[in-house]
């Protein structure tokens, strides 16, 4: 996913992992809840808590089928 509208934004592709998403959000699509950490990825640098606290932000990003394996726990994420 990557931000590019607003100013804090570096406009860097970044891969993050989506464990859950809020149907109808705002305007009645996908709303992602970002962690602190991803939203720090997608700032320039040095802007991460001003994009924090930047509230919704309009994102471009591309849904793929993955599989990840944290210990004995496996997430296998659908598009």
Do not use: W
């Given at each position: ?36 950490t991803a939203f720090g990825a997608l700032a320039k640098p040095g802007k991460a808590q001003q994009l924090r ?27």
């Amino acid at each position: 996913m990557k931000c590019s509208e607003h100013k804090d934004c570096s406009g860097k592709v970044v891969k993050v992992m989506v464990t859950d998403l809020c149907p109808g959000g705002f305007a009645g699509g996908i709303h992602l809840d970002l962690s602190g950490t991803a939203f720090g990825a997608l700032a320039k640098p040095g802007k991460a808590q001003q994009l924090r606290n930047a509230g919704e932000l309009k994102i471009l990003y591309k849904r793929c089928n993955s599989f990840y394996t944290f210990g004995s726990i496996i997430y296998k994420l659908n598009s």
